[in-house]
């Protein structure tokens, strides 16, 4: 009688997503008039913010629609899992608005990478519950699904570096995020390659 949706988990999820990348951009306000040498450093430190946001969420979503592409069994286990990993994510706005309009304080800095770590604990547990139910309805793991799993678990250690980098060099910590995202996809394709030349 009673039974959990997938299709309407993922709408929400898809829903989230969406209006947390399109109010990302809300936050970055035009120039008037002539633009002074202080109004170009604020506008490119928002775009710049903003580009390094776009892509954590971006990269979320992209892991997150894998996640659940070959799902069965929508437990409550699971539906509770996605509602804890989405509301962080819904945070990520109010951080990287924090962060411009601070010019990355260091409190600013410390705040965003902690939520960055919030965010990929909770995104490996989905991950881990996940996969922990497709093996109770009979799926095994390919190798994609393992090294999808990897990624995940090399997305909480990069994000324990962004904790220290906000806590030792505030200024640089989208740079850090940006190279962390970049590193992430390197280790990745790098196992892949390496697992592929083993085989």
């Not at 996640?67 to 509602?83: D, E, R, S, W, Y």
């Not at 989905?126 to 699904?145: S, T």
Request: net charge positive; proline share 3%; with cysteine.
């Amino acid at each position: 009688m009673f039974q959990n949706s997938k299709d309407r988990m993922i709408a929400i999820s898809d829903g989230v997503f969406a209006v947390v990348l399109t109010i990302m951009v809300l936050d970055i306000k035009a120039p008037n008039g002539d633009i002074s040498a202080f109004e170009v450093h604020r506008l490119l430190t928002q775009l710049f913010a903003y580009l390094i946001s776009f892509g954590v969420v971006a990269q979320y979503w992209i892991l997150h629609q894998e996640l659940f592409a070959t799902l069965k069994t929508p437990t409550i286990k699971i539906m509770v899992g996605n509602i804890y990993f989405l509301c962080p994510i819904c945070l990520v706005p109010f951080a990287t608005t924090w962060l411009n309009n601070s010019f990355i304080s260091p409190e600013s800095a410390v705040s965003f990478a902690f939520l960055m770590f919030i965010v990929d604990t909770a995104q490996w547990f989905c991950f881990h519950i996940v996969v922990v139910q497709n093996l109770k309805d009979g799926q095994k793991l390919a190798a994609h699904d393992i090294e999808e799993l990897r990624s995940v678990k090399v997305m909480v250690a990069i994000s324990l570096v962004y904790i220290v980098c906000s806590l030792i060099i505030p200024k640089y910590l989208l740079v850090v995020i940006g190279i962390g995202i970049l590193s992430r996809v390197m280790i990745t394709r790098g196992i892949r390659l390496y697992l592929n030349w083993q085989n």
